[in-house]
C-alpha cells in the first residue's frame, strides 16, 4: 500500500523496511535514503567492495537493484501498491569506484490506469557526473 509521505516521514518509513528487512531488500542496507514524497526519492550510497565487480568498480547488476528499489521507493509515496516490474531499463555511461559517494534519484513521471512510469539517475555526488540513466515500468493497482 501507498505510504503517502513526505519528507523526514517518507525517510524514516522507507528506512524502517529496509532495516528491517530480511530478504532481498537488505541489499540495501549501505543505502541512505535522503529524501521522497510526492513521487520522488533521493538516495546516497558510498560505493564499497561488497558493490563492486572484480575491477572494483559499482557492479552492473547493483546499479539494476539501486534503479528498481529506488524507483519503487518513490511509487510507494503515492496512494497505490508498489505494483510488480513489466520492464526495467538501464544505460551504463560511467563508472564509479569503490570509496565514490553516488546519489540516486528517482522520479515518477507518469501514471496512468495500470501502468506507472519512472525514471532515476545515478549520478557522482562530487560533481555530478552522470553514471547511469534507468527507466522503470511497473503495472500497478490504486488502494
Known amino acids: 500500500m501507498?505510504?503517502?509521505?513526505?519528507?523526514?516521514?517518507?525517510?524514516?518509513?522507507?528506512?524502517e523496511i529496509i532495516t528491517k528487512s530480511t530478504?532481498?531488500?537488505?541489499?540495501?542496507?549501505?543505502?541512505?535514503i535522503l529524501d521522497g514524497g510526492d513521487g520522488v526519492c533521493t538516495a546516497e550510497l558510498k560505493?564499497?567492495?561488497?558493490h563492486a565487480n572484480m575491477y572494483y568498480f559499482l557492479h552492473g547488476g547493483y546499479i539494476m537493484t539501486l534503479v528498481d528499489m529506488v524507483t519503487t521507493y518513490a511509487l510507494m509515496s503515492k496512494?497505490?501498491?508498489p505494483g510488480v516490474s513489466v520492464d526495467l531499463s538501464v544505460?551504463?555511461?560511467?563508472?564509479?569506484?569503490?570509496?565514490?559517494?553516488?546519489?540516486?534519484?528517482?522520479?515518477?513521471t507518469k501514471v496512468g490506469?495500470?501502468?506507472?512510469?519512472?525514471?532515476?539517475?545515478?549520478?557522482?555526488?562530487?560533481?555530478d557526473t552522470l553514471i547511469a540513466k534507468g527507466t522503470h515500468l511497473k503495472?500497478?493497482?490504486?488502494d
Do not use: W
Open 2 to 15: 501507498g505510504t503517502r509521505k513526505k519528507g523526514l516521514e517518507f525517510v524514516k518509513h522507507i528506512t
Open 47 to 50: 560505493v564499497e567492495r561488497e
Open 139 to 142: 503495472y500497478i493497482k490504486f
Open 91 to 108: 544505460n551504463f555511461l560511467n563508472g564509479a569506484k569503490v570509496g565514490d559517494e553516488v546519489v540516486i534519484e528517482a522520479n515518477l
Open 113 to 127: 490506469k495500470y501502468l506507472a512510469f519512472i525514471d532515476c539517475t545515478l549520478k557522482h555526488k562530487k560533481d
Open 23 to 32: 530478504g532481498f531488500e537488505s541489499h540495501m542496507q549501505k543505502v541512505k
Open 79 to 81: 496512494p497505490c501498491h
